[in-house]
């Protein structure tokens, strides 16, 4: 379908009363958009922003794992060191691999948004002949574009402190990998306190990111 009906067929939202917060055109512009062909994109970011809300989820829960194991590894009191040393490791791989979805996903949010967002104004410039229409759809864009960047920019904040822990985290795993005794033991704990705050910090970013992402998709499903 040619965008040119399209856009003709958004005029018609403009007999919708407007109320604040732009509510009812958002209703009259996005049923119109799931009826002639904007549905599809609409719906893939809603379904690729919970992706990346739920890959969050489960990094989260992933770095409270490792920093409980590591405190288990701190506070070591005798047993088999080698052990130990595998089970703080594959909490690291499990931690990786989450920070690798996490970013996946996150990626795939932005490509599926800009061909949202971009279809979107260009379906707005052909409403030039309808002022009214035009600037009410304008509005309507304005403020979802503003909530998705908030959203991005809370899920790169969090994205971006997983990085330096995971490194932090590696290098503890390799030291004890290297120096399997006691006294390696005892100075991991010396580092306990550090890797604690950091991975805190983590995971109320990754909290914030995680209820702009609810909030995001309770506004878009309307």
Known sequence: MSRLPFALLLMTVASVPVLPGCQTVREGYYNAWEKYGGYAKRERLVD??????????????QFVSALDQFKAVANFEGGNLEKVYNKLNKELERSQDRADAVETQIAQVKRVSKALFDEWQDEIGLLESDPSIQRQSQALYDSTLASYEELVDKMDTAAAKM???????RSRVLFLKHNLNAQAIASLKGTEVELTQEIDALIADMEASIAEADAFIADMQG
Do not use: I, Y
Not at 48 to 61: I, M
């Open 48 to 61: 690729d922003v919970k992706d990346a809300r739920n890959a969050q989820e489960k990094a989260k829960e």
């Open 163 to 169: 990085d330096p822990v995971l490194t932090k985290f």
